[in-house]
C-alpha cells in the first residue's frame, strides 16, 4: 500500500520541500500513474476501451457546418453528430443548439430546477494535485468536523430548507475514513430527503457500505480523460491512479447506489476531448445500468490559495454553453448540473437552456456554514476553502430568483416507503 501522506503542520518539512520538488521536476520518481496500487479493487469492464477509442481518434476539425446542421436535423442525435456539435464548426449555430436544446429540456424535465449543497467535512488530503487548493503541499489551514460539528452544520443548513445535500471530503482514507464518511451519511439521514457524496473513490463493498449508511447517489470528477496530462497534474497518492478513478461510478453502481455523477474540469486540457470523454462515460454506461441515475457537470477551473502553477486553457462562456448545449441535445434524459464556480448571471441563463440542477447557499470551506448563514461573526477556527467560487447567493435567493426566472426550484421528488 503507498504510504498515506498529507502535510499536517502550518509549514513544509525540508523533507518534505526536496520531495516535492523531486515530484515535480524529475518525471521517474512518481509511480506508473496507469498502475493499480495494493488494495484497489479491479473490475472487468469494456467501459474504459469504448470512451478512449472514441476520444483518441476525436478530430474535431474535421467536422464542416454541413455536418452540424445535419446533427441538429436529427430527431435522435449519434455519437458523430455529437462530435459535431462539440466541434469548432458549431460555434456559429449556438442560437440554434440553444434552441434545440431548451425544447429538448422542458420536454423531459418542464420547468424545473432541482437545488441543493454542498457540505465540506474535511479538507486534509494525501494527493498532490498541482491544481487543488486541498493538496497535501498546500499549506492551507486544514480541519475536519466531528460527529457533533457536522450535526450541526447540517442543522444549519436544513434550517434553511435545503433537502438535499452533497458531502465531500479531502482525499485523505487516515483523516477521512469510509467509517467516518458513513456516520456523517448516517447523520445526513436525519436532515435531508437526498444525500450524495463526492469522496476518494472506494471500492464496491465500501459503496455498498456507504449506500447502507444513507448515501444515494456518488460524483467523481475525472479531472482530464489525457492520460498523459493526468500524469503531470496528479505527483502523488490515490488519485494518481488513472484507471481507479475511471471506474469509480461503476464500482458505485455495483455497490447499489441509485445514480452517479461524472465531470471533468474544463482548462486542465482540451475541453473539447475532455467533454467528449465525459459524455461517453454517461453513454456507455447509461446503456449497461439502465435503471441508474446519472447526471453531468461542466466546471472550469478556477483559483485556488497559494497558485501559481496552473496556467488554465481559456474555457469561455460561450464554448462552456456550447458544450452543455451539446451535451442536453445527445443525451436528454441525463440531468446537467452547473456549479457556483459560474457566475449568477450564466446560472440564471443555462438553467433556461440545459442545466436541470444547481448549488446554493455554497461553502467549499470547512466548519463555516454557521457564520455565512446566520451572519455571526466566525471564531477563525474554520477550514480553508478548496477553490474560490463566483456566485454565492444564499438558498432563500437562489429560490427567489429561480421562481422569478418562472422556473420551478424543486427541493426532492422521492417518496421513500
Known sequence: MENSFFVDSEKLS??????????????????????????????????????MSQARDYDYSKYTARDVVAALEHESVSIEDFKALLSPAAEPFLE?????????????????VYLFTPLYIANYCENYCVYCGFNCYNDIRRMKLNMEQIDKEMKVIADSGMEEI?????????????????????LARKYFRMVGLEIYPVNTDEYRYLHECGADYVTVFQETYDTDKYETLHLLGHKRVWPYRFDAQERALMGGMRGVAFSALLGLSDFRRDALASALHVYYLQRKYPHAEMSLSCPRLRP??????????????????????????????????????????FRNGIVKIAATKISAGVSTGIGDH?????????????????FEIDDARSFDKMYKDMSAEGLQPVLNDYLYV
Open 370 to 386: 454557521e457564520s455565512k448563514y446566520s451572519g455571526k461573526e466566525s471564531d477563525g477556527a474554520e477550514g480553508d476553502e478548496q
Open 14 to 51: 525540508q523533507a518534505a520541500l526536496e520531495k516535492k520538488h523531486r515530484l515535480e521536476n524529475d518525471p521517474s520518481s512518481r509511480t506508473n500513474h496507469m498502475e493499480y496500487l495494493e488494495g484497489m479493487e479491479i473490475i472487468k469492464s469494456d467501459i474504459c476501451e469504448k470512451v
Open 166 to 186: 452533497l458531502i465531500l471530503t479531502g482525499e485523505s482514507r487516515a483523516k477521512s475514513s469510509v467509517e467516518y464518511i458513513g456516520e456523517a451519511c448516517k
Open 96 to 112: 440554434r443548439m440553444a434552441q434545440r436544446a431548451r425544447a429538448e429540456t422542458v420536454k423531459h424535465f418542464g420547468n424545473t
Open 304 to 345: 485556488i490559495i497559494n497558485n501559481d502553477k496552473i496556467n488554465p486553457l481559456d474555457v469561455h462562456e460561450t464554448q462552456l454553453c456550447q458544450v452543455l448545449c451539446a451535451y442536453r441535445i445527445f443525451m436528454p434524459f441525463v440531468g446537467i448540473t452547473v456549479s457556483s464556480r459560474e457566475s449568477e448571471s
